[in-house]
């Protein structure tokens, strides 16, 4: 048995010998090295143990990184083509004696005791309390013909419906039916009617657009109520609840006007934050829900769910008018009375801390709902109706303006961020990976270019810039490449919001052109690759049946060429500067012109800058300079597009332009431009063709046309593109970029003849421009 034992060791330690020694672990096989003295041995075995702790220690922080600090919140500025919804408007009667004294003379008949119509008051609107119910149907002396149960059937006689509570709305000063888009909606505070609430209504029941973006404007609800109200102003996931701010909703009452404006500010979630549980988010959907009382998840509807809970668990019951609940389980008179009794209990929410010090009131565990909006009253007014004789009141509730501000939820730390922590952490300390690529023994490495966005970025913009690229990379250029024959941008192995992970291009010798002027054989690949790229636009949109523009829209916007974009405008303000300086326009009639029709004619690149509704639009990459052009290592093939962050859907003549004026002097322009749209006109043929796709061919005469008509677009842009890439880096400041560059413009222009010369041909095609489109 010992000797069997001894064998079974020994074979065991081989086995383990083996490994080690064969082992990619860092430090492993020095540890059964035969040469190797013990102290050599136990010096690697210190290392391996320390390897392994330090790899623990960081595997341990990426995994408590990722279950508690996965998400981002930033505030989006990108606003001009955002569409906000409004808020939902949700209308619960608060009083009506009329009604009440109506109701009980149908139960009792007139000569009743009007005490009984305190009762039904309390019952109808129930806000928690009911002193005259208790005071009156309970104990040894009761008032005769109380009632001891079915309680939401005499609340429901009471209420009003809706035709009865709302008339003449208005949306954007147009009517329309009231309650036809007033859905009714089951609340704690009773029967209510809302529009524009995810909670009220049925799934098909109509829905108003209530959109409000810059063709529209900010919008504005009207209406007429006719009872006592509280109208509230919430998120369309939240519902009207006992304890609902003050600041949410308008107390309303007879022959008073009352106007509300409020601002808002959305939440925008980031569509990978739906794989993150709950936990990490800190937040619920709507749809995640797990409540019985709305149909979708908020943190007001989970109060609601919390207060109906513990008044079952404190009087086996719930009130009454919870919402959505079964009669088994709204209470009788022996239960309103235990209610009213833990009145205090039930009422007030508040927090654990709050609790143990002793303090009355319920508490809660809820989440925000991940989409909650944050509506702030910025104006508010009440005003006397004179002269009406109806007892109405007047409501309007509006957006003071359109949002300029939002946030955003990203996610920053996913599942694969976490495989690809754990790997990395493993690799570096252990030596250990998951993965090898070997074929014939051969170990081949794979080298990527990695694109990140900076941790901390000051300016959001230059973060939903890098994003419109990492999204185009990931989706839209992905598939337009499968489309084509020829290969015109670097393949993308892995993108995030932060990250992009491209090939490395260089490694295939693949180089910029060293020069901010192109030469000819250097325009002839990049015209085949802005061809292929067009041609590729017009296939995916034919095979797949999509209008890039309409489908897409919202991830191609303008983020260069605008009245609103400080850089551009700042620019373009310099140029006017600069053409104003030139000795050849001082005459009264050149300074009259500069001063007094220039910028209207040079503003129509905005106008260009939009998809086309003349020409036929394509995905274009509207930064064609030499910096983002990468040419084989031979001197023919077509090159490789990079940075498509500026990419928009328009005509190809806006490429055509930046590819010509960014990339050749005007000289060399003029002698090569009818050759280069030539060319580019064979070559969108010979795409379209390889895939029997004849018919899409854009006519030459189209081409000319609006290459024309688009020239102006590669004027203006040369001209103020040089007032940043030609001047020395430490000028370009943020103040330089997007507050004013004219004074440094043309001090510069006198102290450097390179530039002044490079500023005045740009100077002077603009001006030419201008003055031929003026006498047009």
């Known amino acids: 048995m010992d000797l069997e034992v001894t064998a079974t060791q020994m ?17 492993a096989r020095f540890i059964v090295d035969k040469d190797a003295s013990w102290i050599e041995r136990i010096f690697w075995v210190v290392c391996l143990v320390v390897s392994w702790y330090a790899s ?71 806000r928690g309390e009911s002193y005259h119910t208790v005071h009156e149907c309970s104990g040894e002396e009761v008032t005769a013909s109380c009632f001891y149960s079915n309680f939401s059937y005499y609340a429901e006689l009471v209420r009003s419906s809706c035709v009865d509570s709302i008339s003449k709305c208005e949306w954007n000063n147009k009517p ?45 609800l009207k209406m007429e109520l006719h009872t006592e109200a509280t109208v509230f102003i919430l998120g369309t996931e939240e519902v009207p609840t006992l304890v609902t701010p003050k600041t949410d909703f308008l107390v309303v009452g007879p022959y008073i006007s009352f106007v509300r404006y409020i601002s808002k500010r959305d939440i925008e979630n980031d569509e990978e934050i739906r794989q993150t549980s709950v936990h990490q988010r800190n937040c619920r959907f709507a749809d995640e829900n797990i409540l019985d009382v709305h149909k979708f998840y908020s943190y007001s509807a989970c109060t609601v769910q919390c207060r109906k809970d513990r008044q079952m668990e404190l009087c086996n019951c719930s009130s009454h008018l919870s919402p959505n609940s079964p009669d088994w389980q709204l209470c009788n008179m022996d239960g309103l009375e235990c209610l009213n009794r833990n009145y205090e209990d039930l009422s007030v929410i508040i927090a654990q801390w709050s609790k143990r010090r002793g303090r009355k009131g319920l508490v809660c565990d809820c989440l925000p709902s991940c989409t909650e909006v944050d509506i702030t009253t910025v104006y508010d007014s009440k005003e006397n109706l004179v002269g009406n004789q109806n007892p109405v009141s007047r409501i309007e509730v509006g957006l003071i303006e359109l949002p300029t501000e939002r946030y955003k939820r990203n996610l920053v730390r996913g599942k694969l961020d976490l495989v690809v922590s754990i ?39 230059k973060e939903e810039i890098f994003q419109k690229e990492a999204w185009l990379y990931d989706t839209l250029l992905r598939k337009m490449q499968t489309f084509s024959n020829i290969k015109w941008s670097a393949d993308c192995v892995y993108t995030r919001n932060d ?47 999509t209008n890039i523009g309409q489908t897409y829209g919202d991830h191609l916007l303008e983020i260069t060429v605008a009245s609103e974009i400080a850089w551009f405008t700042t620019g373009l303000s310099a140029v006017l500067a600069a053409i104003r300086s030139l000795p050849q326009y001082q005459g009264t009639d050149e300074l009259s012109f500069i001063d007094n029709k220039l910028l209207t004619i040079v503003e129509e690149i905005y106008e260009q800058a939009a998809p086309s509704k003349k020409y036929r639009n394509v995905l274009c990459h509207r930064d064609l300079w030499a910096g983002n052009i990468f040419f084989p290592p031979e001197k023919t093939g077509p090159a490789l597009l990079i940075d498509f962050q500026t990419c928009r859907y328009t005509p190809p003549a806006s490429d055509l332009n930046f590819s010509l004026y960014l990339n050749l002097c005007s000289r060399e322009r003029k002698k090569m431009e009818r050759k280069c749209i030539d060319l580019y006109h064979t070559h969108l043929l010979q795409n379209l063709s390889d895939f029997g796709l004849e018919e899409l061919m854009i006519a030459k005469s189209e081409l000319l046309e609006s290459y024309e008509e688009f020239r102006l677009f590669g004027v203006v842009y040369r001209a103020v593109v040089a007032t940043v890439v030609k001047v020395p880096a430490e000028f370009v400041t943020n103040d330089f970029k997007y507050v004013d560059r004219s004074k440094v413009i043309l001090s510069y222009m006198k102290t450097n003849q390179e530039f002044r010369t490079h500023m005045e041909e740009c100077c002077v095609d603009v001006m030419e421009m201008a003055l031929s489109r003026a006498n047009v």
């Open 11 to 27: 074979r065991f330690s081989r086995i383990i010998e083996e490994y080690l020694r064969n082992s990619t672990l860092h430090g």
């Open 56 to 126: 623990w220690l960081l595997i341990k922080a990426s995994l408590s990184a990722f279950e508690n600090n996965a998400i981002s919140f930033v505030v989006e500025s990108s606003f001009r083509d955002w569409n906000t919804n409004f808020p939902a408007i949700i209308v619960c009667e608060s009083k009506n004696m009329d009604r009440i004294q109506e109701v009980a003379e149908q139960l009792w008949g007139a000569d009743h005791d009007f005490t009984l119509e305190e009762v039904l008051s309390e019952i109808a609107f129930f």
């Open 176 to 220: 329309f039916e009231c309650c036809k888009y007033f859905h009714r909606m089951e609340t704690e505070l009773g029967i209510c009617y809302a529009i524009n609430s995810m909670q009220a209504g049925k799934p098909k029941s109509p829905k108003l657009n209530m959109f409000s973006n810059r063709i529209s404007g900010p919008g504005a």
């Open 423 to 461: 790997g990395g952490t493993t690799g570096l300390f252990v030596g250990a990976s998951l993965l090898s690529f070997e074929e014939d023994e051969v170990v081949r490495d794979i080298q990527l270019f990695v694109k990140a966005m900076p941790q901390h970025s000051a300016e959001l913009a």
């Open 499 to 545: 990250l992009m992970v491209l090939e490395d291009i260089k490694l295939q010798g693949f180089r910029a052109a060293g020069s901010t002027e192109l030469n000819e054989a250097h325009m002839k690949q990049l015209i085949e690759s802005v061809a292929s790229f067009h041609a590729a636009s017009l296939v995916y949109e034919h095979r797949t049946k």
